[in-house]
């Protein structure tokens, strides 16, 4: 599957993002599908993830909270709303597909889409 995140920008502390992956490709709906990010001079790190249904949700305890991802697979799109922005949520984030949740959350991930970087303002 072909992965094409955006909607990021420039926000302050405190404030609200959100940001989109759009696939391409019909087998969008049986892969799980999450979103990563690497901030500067750091390596990249799992952010959540979100079952095929969308039924089943996980998030690394940084965002625990404050994100929300989502999917529509009618429309072949992943979301990642983003609440109570702290500076250290800069980074760029990437969307990514993979088979399985446990995949996923190791980094075994089938196709990575390019990034859209978040900077937060202090």
């Known amino acids: 599957v072909q992965l094409q995140a955006s909607g990021g920008g420039l926000v302050q502390a405190g404030g609200s993002l959100r940001i989109s992956c759009a696939a391409s490709?019909?087998?969008?709906?049986?892969?799980?599908m999450g979103w990563f990010r690497q901030a500067p001079g750091k390596e990249r790190e799992f952010v959540a993830a979100?079952?095929?249904?969308?039924?089943?949700?996980y998030y690394a305890d940084s965002v625990k909270g404050r994100f929300t991802i989502s999917r529509d697979n009618a429309k072949k799109m992943v979301f990642l709303q983003m609440n109570s922005l702290k500076p250290e949520d800069t980074a760029v984030y990437y969307c990514?597909?993979?088979?399985?949740?446990?995949?996923?959350?190791?980094?075994?991930?089938?196709?990575w889409g390019q990034g859209t970087l978040v900077t937060v303002s202090s």
């Open positions: 490709g019909r087998t969008f709906s049986s892969y799980v």
């Open positions: 990514a597909a993979a088979d399985t949740i446990g995949a996923i959350a190791s980094s075994r991930v089938r196709d």
């Open positions: 979100i079952s095929w249904s969308g039924g089943s949700t």
